[in-house]
């Protein structure tokens, strides 16, 4: 019978022969987790720390038994140019990582995490704790000046996602939340932010003035006035600081061709059309990105690039 430890290092193993990495820790670290969340709620803006802390569960449930471990799981994912017909003219657009694909990103880790544990006699459930908080807790990652994780060899292009298991752990990782030392002496992603939302006194943004939290509101509420429009720079997200750091300097040009749109379905975004009255197949376009979640701030994104 195979001792657990010997069980996680086939898992990580396996996983990094997929051009991923991943870290196992202890589940008796949830309230840690939660505490250092709650740490953090004198350095956030109100109400984004009331939005926050909704996405996650300190009691969690599974469909096995006990939760003996947290894992998370570090995918490299590109930024995407996607493009819309214009006035018989493209506009293309980034999008950061992270925001495509993201449920088949999920559903294809917990697949092959199953194929690995499910033999061992041991089970995953897909988790909802602060998995940037704990890749760095983990060793896994590390914060940027910028409130970014960054991975080895993937820099901030990466998505992280989390897993509750049922693995015992013999040999538990629970380091200091550390930004990394590169970024002491770097002021890039600082000085490249148009808004000042970044400071060199933590790696805590200042929410309020970040470009990216205001693009991924509603699309009914409105820029504030003080974001001025030459600023944006993607149809929703932002990549101002991760474009300049040097950590990203092997991923910084990683992209990825996205949906595009042609002028008719470009003039249907732009008019706010509800999801579900939308032509089948501009819907399915949606679907196929894995996009439904950010469709509602495309107009009011859209039209900043398009003046309308």
Same mark, same amino acid.
């Given at each position: 019978? !195979?001792?657990?430890?010997? &069980?996680? =290092?086939?898992?990580?193993?396996? +996983? ?5 990495? /991943?870290?196992? *820790? ?27 802390? !909704?996405?996650?569960?300190? &009691?969690? =449930?599974?469909?096995?038994?006990? +939760? ?5 799981? /570090?995918?490299? *994912? ?231």
């Amino acid at each position: 019978m !195979k001792q657990n430890q010997e &069980i996680i =290092e086939n898992f990580y193993k396996k +996983i990094e022969n997929k051009g991923y990495k /991943a870290r196992f *820790v202890d589940a008796k670290h949830i309230p840690d987790l939660k505490n250092d969340i709650q740490q953090q709620k004198a350095y956030m803006y109100p109400k984004f720390y009331e939005e926050y802390k !909704k996405y996650f569960e300190f &009691i969690p =449930e599974v469909d096995f038994g006990i +939760i003996k471990s947290l894992i998370v799981i /570090a995918v490299p *994912v590109p930024q995407f140019e996607i493009t819309f017909q214009y006035n018989s003219k493209p506009l293309s657009l980034k999008i950061p990582p992270t925001y495509l694909y993201g449920q088949k990103i999920v559903d294809d880790l917990e697949e092959l995490s199953k194929s690995i544990l499910n033999p061992e006699g041991y089970n995953i459930n897909y988790g909802r704790f602060p998995v940037k908080t704990l890749a760095v807790r983990s060793g896994l990652a590390k914060y940027g000046r910028n409130n970014i994780t960054y991975v080895s060899g993937m820099g901030s292009f990466h998505r992280l996602v989390p897993f509750y298991s049922d693995v015992p752990i013999e040999e538990d990782i629970w380091v200091e939340r550390e930004m990394m030392d590169e970024c002491e002496k770097c002021n890039a992603c600082m000085n490249n932010c148009p808004t000042g939302a970044i400071s060199n006194e933590r790696f805590l943004l200042k929410v309020d003035r970040c470009l990216t939290y205001h693009n991924e509101q509603p699309g009914h509420v409105p820029f504030p006035e003080w974001i001025d429009r030459s600023w944006h720079n993607c149809i929703v997200g932002c990549l101002h600081c991760q474009k300049v750091c040097p950590m990203n300097k092997k991923v910084k040009n990683w992209i990825e061709k996205g949906p595009s749109f042609n002028e008719k379905e470009t003039k249907i975004l732009l008019q706010g059309t509800n999801f579900d009255d939308l032509p089948q197949e501009l819907k399915n376009k949606f679907k196929e990105y894995d996009f439904m979640n950010d469709f509602e701030t495309i107009p009011r994104n859209l039209g900043v690039f398009l003046n309308e």
